[in-house]
């Protein structure tokens, strides 16, 4: 069934002090796991590397409790079935949910739940990570349901050229707004406004970012989609309008910390122009999957919406990726490939 | 029409640091205003003292602009009707609307509107500057429109003993929440528990408020409402549950200074427990008000709701009461007695 009926797995092996090292991981080869009834076994095809992962190995529990010492490392991805004792599944399957950083993981009634690609929904794996994984229903739930750019209004997204930015400033487009977006190179702004048809861009680590800031968003911003946090959240705050929305997706410039940055000193913003400000992860939000999904496929169909991605070759390579992520060294989704192009059903 | 003929009128001098003192204000003795078609003289009876006041007077235009030097200082009072050129007030009628600091205020067409308060809601002035005055209907619609606390959550409020708070946590207890709040002394901490019913206090003044908010808030907090801002709401902030809710109403710790304070480092736990946060004005809402005193009016009839207030007797003393508010020197809803009770219509 495997090629050397290994499952080789990535383990915690210590919570890392800031980012990630050689320390962090190990690898450990183990025999492809047996599946017992109702169960199917699922090989990864890729890993969508996520500012969560990182937030996961920390000593301070998220939404989920942190990934144990010893663990395998939790992950989102997308796999195939390979053997199955269940109707649920059939072999030939593609399936998502949490792999994890390993090439082989159980999914069934006792397992990992894990969610059945339809037949229908003809789209690469790669696809189903990005646009159609965590980061595409993010973007799309953030903008849609909290966010709610109109027409002529100035909708600013942080780490722009991200997997959730890219797609979340695609979708503001869509509905008329101007969209601003931050990135961390001045390549990555060009392709923000040049191929993803941003309004403006702002250089994080330009020295005249906030004249940067001001010159893109003249008339204020109405709509923050925060993946980032840090000076630049500060400065925007100090930028919203009356009724301005905050969709409070991520604060990754502070997960590499141990301790707690310090807070926005243009907090009394939200009070002043009564802004609406709404934490969310998608995990909550699951049962809108479908109708997202959808809406995401036809303006993908339509040209309206790019489904960019960054793939990265071989499981061992994952815990690179996350710092890579870190670093910013992606455009769009930052993925992970396992294992080849999926066997034939 | 008046006992001197003169219209008393305090204006702004200067801009203060930090708190109000004797030059911030000046007295001056004018003539009554004439009234013109479509006008109404109103007499100021009751003001109301706002931390807003405060805010108005800074260098930082708020919701509304910074008031002028040598302008009346603006403030929201009750008054009666003296004299009338229009059919929307009769002389006797109780009004409310900014007054403003001083004796006589032209209401009408082509002057500062005001609201006609229906004969048939026959309660004392004081409650129309209180209960049915900007706190109660701030509280209102804070704790009914955002908070919406269910039975059995845990409700926070700060500056509970004030004219917000102490509404808002007696409304929360009237849907069954356990309600918490913090006030500045021991004696208003024992208020809130033995007066109002609330099931815990906070004396934000006591080296040890971090063990009485935990002690208090077993099961943390699931409705901040924040009056405050500084280092309590950053440790209450942190003590939010899973989709709790942050009713944005006041910062009034900053009020005073001139450069905003560092914002709170708990902020990524908005991320982490999914919170809503809203701020708010209640100049947004004024359509509610109506919906609003009919509710309160009704809870107040059945003996659900308390109306605090503590009054400073004398137009003069207005500024003084100001620095009262920041200082907690009041218990309920401060106001200032400018003219003695209605004259019989």
Known sequence: MTSNGTNRTLRLRQRPEGRIDDSTFELVEEPVPEIGPGEALVRTLYLSIDPTNRAWIGETPTYLPPVGIGEVMRAGGVGQV???NTDK???GDLVSGLTGWQDYVVAGD????????PKEL???????VGLLGISGLTAWYGVERIGKPQEGETFFVSAAAGSVGSIAGQIAKIHGARVVGSAGTKEKCDWLIEELGFDGAVNRKDDHWRKQLKQACPDG???DFENVGGEMMEAVFAMLNVHARVVLCGLISSYNDNEPPPGPRSFGNLLVNRVHLQGFIILDFLPHSQEAA????QWAMEGKLKDEHTVV???EKAPDAVNMLFD???KGKLMVRVADVPVAA
């Open 294 to 297: 959808a809406q995401l496929v």
């Open 89 to 91: 599944f059939a072999v």
């Open 328 to 330: 910013g060294d992606n």
């Open 313 to 315: 070759e071989g499981l």
């Open 82 to 84: 390979m053997a199955s």
């Open 221 to 223: 911003i109405d709509v």
């Open 110 to 117: 006792s397992g990992i739940p894990f969610t059945r690609v």
């Open 122 to 128: 003809n789209v690469p794996p790669e696809m189903l």
